[in-house]
Structures are given as structure tokens and as C-alpha cells.
């Protein structure tokens, strides 16, 4: 009798974990295919038509929304028409404002690293691309001017991945931009933040039409092209999914990446901070900042704010900086002297090629650390 109930329970045990691996697998499957369909042709070319499929998430009033807003709080308002296209002929027609939300988006991307990439390729495939980086859509008036900013030191490999993935989104994206990386020269300790107030200077000497800045690490790339490059009502975190973190903000608070402010909203929290020498913490202070003075973070759908990071060994010369846990607490009391209004730098050169401009720049180094004793 207890040899029966055994074997019956054994029987169901069986089932159970048969029942349980199909399930397993049933969902692979569906993640799967979620993944790769988008590249398949069909449903790209009916993606590409049926822009309300596009957006499931997308809704203009909610402030996290993926479509930019500019509400009556907004700190920017959108100048569609501002931007005259000299090109044109008297008797072709106006051009129209971009669509918000451009019609030629594809969705979820396959982004990989291991095919060897060229700059010769880079430039092969974006023909319309401009000396320096830059780009303005033909056929509408784009709503804003993007300047995106890329700090940079000795990642030549991973430039060519950002701009073979970037240039082409962008485009369909719909924004006028231009790509700036900065380069910091020399060998001493690195200083992202320090980077991106010198690219929002320098940025805007090449061009004062820029209202929107967006600060980009090299070794990210969006896995989505509805993850739109672009300002909003609030200061934008667009990296909230990368794959390091198991496709999720890593804390409420994560600001790291790629974010994006406007001029204004740039110039209210004074810019970002010059003394974060070596890895870590001027995300936070940023954050900080934004916070300190009434702005909200706005982040895409965590769905459509993926992310791959191209892997690599640490940094030389960008060691994890020790002084960010204590710096990230008195972000009230330095932002208002060390900021965009306290900037230092020499300019050492700039270069125009042809996918991007290059701004290499002297920013010197930390200060000596007082030894106790
Ligand atoms: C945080 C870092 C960020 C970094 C993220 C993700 C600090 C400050 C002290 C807590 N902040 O911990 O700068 O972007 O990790 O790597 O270290």
C-alpha cells in the first residue's frame, strides 16, 4: 500500500517537473522570438507603418513618458520652425515640423560586438553625415538641437561600435545633432564630468543653436531606437536598463550613462561638477543637483531604456575615487561655486572628421591629497 502511494507521488513529482521544464521553455521561447522578430523583415516593414504598435507605452502627459513633453512647466519650449533650411528652392514646398515621434522607427535593435568594425565602413553607410558629426533631416524641421557629448581617453575601438550603431538611429530619430568626443589629454586621472562641462562650452562655440545636450559614455548603445535622443520637460536618464545590471536601474537614484539636460535645465543646476577626479560618484552628485533644485529624473519605459555595454578591462588612470562617498554628501554646499561657472581648461585642439569632432583638451590634474601626520 505504501509502496503504491509512493510510486503515485513519485509519478506526480515526475509530472510536475515535466510540466515545469515546458513551461521554462515555452518562455525562452517567447523572449526569443520578442528579441529577434523585430529583425526579421515582415515585422520590421509593419512595425515601420504601424507607429501606434511602436509606442504601447508612450503617453505625452505622464512625465516618465518615452515621447518628449513640453508642458507649461516645461524648461524648454520646443522651437519646431526656428531652424531655416537654406538648401531649399523658393518654389518647393515649406517644410513641416518632425513628427514627435518619427514614423521610420524599427523598435527593439540586435546590437552585437563581435564583427570587426571600421571608420571607413561607419562612413560608407552614412553618407548624408556631415564633417564634424553632424546631421539635419532633409525632408522636416527638426524640433530641437541635440550636441551630443562623449568623454573620452583611448577607446578608439569602441568609438567606431558607437557610431556605426548611433549615426543611423539618430537619423531616424529625426533630431538635428552633432557628435563630440572629448578627449582628455594627457595621462592624469580621468574627469568625466569635468569632460562634459568643457563639450557643453565647446559645443556651443560651434554652434550657439544647440538647446539640448545629451552626455554619452562610448561603450553604451541603446538597444532600442524608441528611446528617443532627445530633451524633455525634466532632466532625462536614458541608460535605466544595461545589460551589467541585469537589464535594471541599479538604484532609484542611478543618473550614470547617458542622461540628457537642456540649456536651461544644463545652466540651472550650474552644470556638472569639476572635482570628481577618477571613477564614481559624479552621477550621484549630479543627481543631487538635479534634485537640490526642484527637477525630476524623466526615464524611458524600462522596456524600451536597454542597454549594451561593449565589455572591457578597467581603465588606466580612472581608478575608483575615494573621496566621492564624502562628496556626494555636501553637494549643497559645493554646487554653487563648482560648477560650469568655475570651469578651467585649455583648449588643445580641435579636429573636424568626418563621422565626429574631436575636442581634445588640457584639464589638469587632482589636488595634492594633505597627508596627516
Ligand atoms: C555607484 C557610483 C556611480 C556609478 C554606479 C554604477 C559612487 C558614489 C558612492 C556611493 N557611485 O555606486 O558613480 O555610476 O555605482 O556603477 O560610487
Same mark, same amino acid.
Given at each position: 500500500?505504501?509502496?503504491?502511494?509512493?510510486?503515485?507521488?513519485?509519478?506526480?513529482?515526475?509530472?510536475?517537473?515535466?510540466?515545469?521544464?515546458?513551461?521554462?521553455?515555452?518562455?525562452?521561447?517567447?523572449?526569443?522570438?520578442?528579441?529577434?522578430?523585430?529583425?526579421?523583415?515582415?515585422?520590421?516593414?509593419?512595425?515601420?507603418?504601424?507607429?501606434?504598435?511602436?509606442?504601447?507605452?508612450?503617453?505625452?502627459?505622464?512625465?516618465?513618458?518615452?515621447?518628449?513633453?513640453?508642458?507649461?512647466?516645461?524648461?524648454?519650449?520646443?522651437?519646431?520652425?526656428?531652424?531655416?533650411?537654406?538648401?531649399?528652392?523658393?518654389?518647393?514646398?515649406?517644410?513641416?515640423?518632425?513628427?514627435?515621434?518619427?514614423?521610420?522607427?524599427?523598435?527593439?535593435?540586435?546590437?552585437?560586438?563581435?564583427?570587426?568594425?571600421?571608420?571607413?565602413?561607419?562612413?560608407?553607410?552614412?553618407?548624408?553625415?556631415?564633417?564634424?558629426?553632424?546631421?539635419?533631416?532633409?525632408?522636416?524641421?527638426?524640433?530641437?538641437?541635440?550636441?551630443?557629448?562623449?568623454?573620452?581617453?583611448?577607446?578608439?575601438?569602441?568609438?567606431?561600435?558607437?557610431?556605426?550603431?548611433?549615426?543611423?538611429?539618430?537619423?531616424?530619430?529625426?533630431?538635428?545633432?552633432?557628435?563630440?568626443?572629448?578627449?582628455?589629454?594627457?595621462?592624469?586621472?580621468?574627469?568625466?564630468?569635468? +569632460?562634459?562641462?568643457?563639450? /557643453? %562650452?565647446?559645443?556651443?562655440?560651434?554652434?550657439? $543653436? @544647440?538647446?539640448?545636450?545629451?552626455?554619452? &559614455?562610448?561603450?553604451?548603445?541603446?538597444?532600442?531606437?524608441?528611446?528617443?535622443?532627445?530633451?524633455?520637460?525634466?532632466?532625462?536618464?536614458?541608460?535605466?536598463?544595461?545589460?551589467?545590471?541585469?537589464?535594471?536601474?541599479?538604484?532609484?537614484?542611478?543618473?550614470?550613462?547617458?542622461?540628457? +539636460?537642456?540649456?536651461?535645465? /544644463? %545652466?540651472?543646476?550650474?552644470?556638472?561638477?569639476? $572635482? @570628481?577626479?577618477?571613477?564614481?560618484?559624479? &552621477?550621484?552628485?549630479?543627481?543631487?543637483?538635479?534634485?537640490?533644485?526642484?527637477?525630476?529624473?524623466?526615464?524611458?519605459?524600462?522596456?524600451?531604456?536597454?542597454?549594451?555595454?561593449?565589455?572591457?578591462?578597467?581603465?588606466?588612470?580612472?581608478?575608483?575615487?575615494?573621496?566621492?562617498?564624502?562628496?556626494?554628501?555636501?553637494?549643497?554646499?559645493?554646487?554653487?561655486?563648482?560648477?560650469?561657472?568655475?570651469?578651467?581648461?585649455?583648449?588643445?585642439?580641435?579636429?573636424?572628421?568626418?563621422?565626429?569632432?574631436?575636442?581634445?583638451?588640457?584639464?589638469?590634474?587632482?589636488?595634492?591629497?594633505?597627508?596627516?601626520?
Amino acid at each position: 500500500m505504501t509502496r503504491l502511494l509512493l510510486g503515485v507521488t513519485l509519478e506526480r513529482i515526475c509530472k510536475a517537473v515535466l510540466l515545469l521544464c515546458l513551461l521554462h521553455f515555452v518562455i525562452i521561447m517567447i523572449l526569443y522570438f520578442d528579441v529577434y522578430a523585430q529583425h526579421l523583415d515582415f515585422f520590421s516593414r509593419f512595425n515601420t507603418r504601424n507607429t501606434s504598435r511602436l509606442h504601447p507605452f508612450s503617453n505625452s502627459s505622464r512625465p516618465n513618458s518615452t515621447a518628449p513633453s513640453y508642458g507649461p512647466a516645461g524648461a524648454e519650449p520646443p522651437s519646431p520652425s526656428t531652424k531655416p533650411n537654406t538648401n531649399r528652392s523658393v518654389t518647393e514646398k515649406p517644410l513641416q515640423p518632425c513628427q514627435e515621434v518619427p514614423s521610420g522607427l524599427v523598435g527593439r535593435l540586435l546590437i552585437e560586438f563581435s564583427s570587426p568594425m571600421s571608420m571607413e565602413r561607419v562612413q560608407r553607410e552614412n553618407p548624408d553625415v556631415s564633417l564634424g558629426g553632424k546631421y539635419t533631416p532633409p525632408d522636416c524641421l527638426p524640433r530641437q538641437k541635440v550636441a551630443i557629448l562623449i568623454p573620452f581617453r583611448h577607446r578608439e575601438h569602441h568609438l567606431k561600435y558607437w557610431l556605426h550603431y548611433l549615426h543611423p538611429i539618430l537619423r531616424r530619430q529625426k533630431v538635428a545633432y552633432g557628435i563630440y568626443i572629448i578627449n582628455q589629454y594627457g595621462e592624469d586621472t580621468f574627469n568625466r564630468a569635468k +569632460l562634459l562641462n568643457v563639450g /557643453f %562650452l565647446e559645443a556651443l562655440k560651434d554652434d550657439e $543653436e @544647440y538647446d539640448c545636450f545629451i552626455f554619452s &559614455d562610448v561603450d553604451l548603445i541603446p538597444m532600442d531606437d524608441r528611446n528617443l535622443y532627445r530633451c524633455y520637460e525634466q532632466p532625462r536618464h536614458f541608460a535605466v536598463g544595461m545589460d551589467k545590471f541585469g537589464f535594471r536601474l541599479p538604484y532609484a537614484g542611478y543618473f550614470g550613462g547617458v542622461s540628457g +539636460l537642456s540649456k536651461s535645465q /544644463f %545652466l540651472k543646476i550650474n552644470g556638472f561638477p569639476n $572635482e @570628481y577626479w577618477g571613477w564614481g560618484g559624479e &552621477d550621484d552628485d549630479i543627481f543631487n543637483r538635479i534634485s537640490l533644485n526642484g527637477m525630476k529624473v524623466s526615464r524611458p519605459d524600462i522596456r524600451i531604456g536597454r542597454y549594451r555595454m561593449i565589455k572591457h578591462e578597467r581603465d588606466k588612470h580612472n581608478e575608483p575615487n575615494p573621496q566621492r562617498f564624502t562628496k556626494i554628501q555636501n553637494t549643497k554646499m559645493t554646487m554653487k561655486r563648482d560648477g560650469i561657472s568655475s570651469l578651467q581648461y585649455r583648449l588643445v585642439e580641435v579636429s573636424r572628421q568626418p563621422m565626429y569632432t574631436n575636442i581634445t583638451v588640457e584639464i589638469g590634474r587632482p589636488p595634492p591629497r594633505l597627508v596627516r601626520g
